[in-house]
T-cell receptor, first 114, second 113 residues
Framework: DTGVSQDPRHKITKRGQNVTFRCDPI?????LYWYRQTLGQGPEFLTY????????KSRLLSDRFSAERPKGSFSTLEIQRTEQGDSAMYLC????????????FGPGTRLTVT | KNQVEQSPQSLIILEGKNCTLQ??????????LRWYKQDTGRGPVSLTI?????NTKSNGRYTATLDADTKQSSLHITASQLSDSASYIC????????????FGSGTRLLVRP
């Protein structure tokens, strides 16, 4: 399977715990994006990388959130001291670094904070 | 204020019937407009992508239209199938940051036998 993969698919955690999600993009894609989607809403942009450089972060990305893409391939999204409001689907997408390139989405990681 | 508004929020149709979903946006200037299909619990999958100069784009039974003057788009589904049951999301990107997709809330479509 050469699509975008995410791990884990589901995560249940208690409030205050830290969680980390992983995204493996399509291998030749040098752009990688993270989105958050709450129930009944469309995804919201969080951040994106071009190769290993994090080029933009949304104001939605509080200081409890950190994303990395150390070698320009896979990426991790960590949430520290989780809150119930963090419960959402976290989607990863990847694309080529060309104007208007298609973004291909992974299946998402559903986070539930109890 | 939501920059991409979709209607209806939800829709139920019988298998074999046609339907049209609407999208209004305020993003300006915009780079392109896309329609995505999202099955429950899955990531969105692209159906069509149109630049501001295009009026229509088809992908099998899906046809998207775009009126850049009125900032409206529609997605027409012909001869619906049970597998069309999903959320359909209108997505717009800005001219200066075309990588940043702005999503609508989607229309939840249920096709019944």
């Amino acid at each position: 399977d050469t699509g975008v993969s995410q791990d884990p698919r589901h995560k249940i955690t208690k409030r205050g715990q830290n969680v980390t999600f992983r995204c493996d993009p399509i291998s030749e894609h040098n752009r990688l994006y993270w989105y958050r989607q709450t129930l009944g809403q469309g995804p919201e942009f969080l951040t994106y990388f071009q190769n290993e450089a994090q080029l933009e972060k949304s104001r939605l990305l509080s200081d409890r959130f950190s994303a990395e893409r150390p070698k320009g391939s896979f990426s991790t999204l960590e949430i520290q001291r989780t809150e119930q409001g963090d419960s959402a689907m976290y989607l990863c997408a990847s694309s080529l670094a060309l104007e208007g390139s298609e973004q291909y989405f992974g299946p998402g990681t559903r986070l539930t904070v109890t | 204020k939501n920059q991409v508004e979709q209607s209806p929020q939800s829709l139920i149709i019988l298998e074999g019937k046609n339907c049209t979903l609407q999208c209004n946006y305020t993003v300006s200037p915009f780079s392109n407009l896309r329609w995505y299909k999202q099955d429950t619990g899955r990531g969105p999958v692209s159906l069509t992508i149109m630049t501001f100069s295009e009026n229509t784009k088809s992908n099998g039974r899906y046809t998207a239209t775009l009126d850049a003057d009125t900032k409206q788009s529609s997605l027409h589904i012909t001869a619906s199938q049970l597998s069309d049951s999903a959320s359909y999301i209108c997505v717009v990107s800005e001219m200066d940051s075309s990588y940043k997709l702005i999503f609508g809330s989607g229309t939840r479509l249920l096709v019944r036998p």
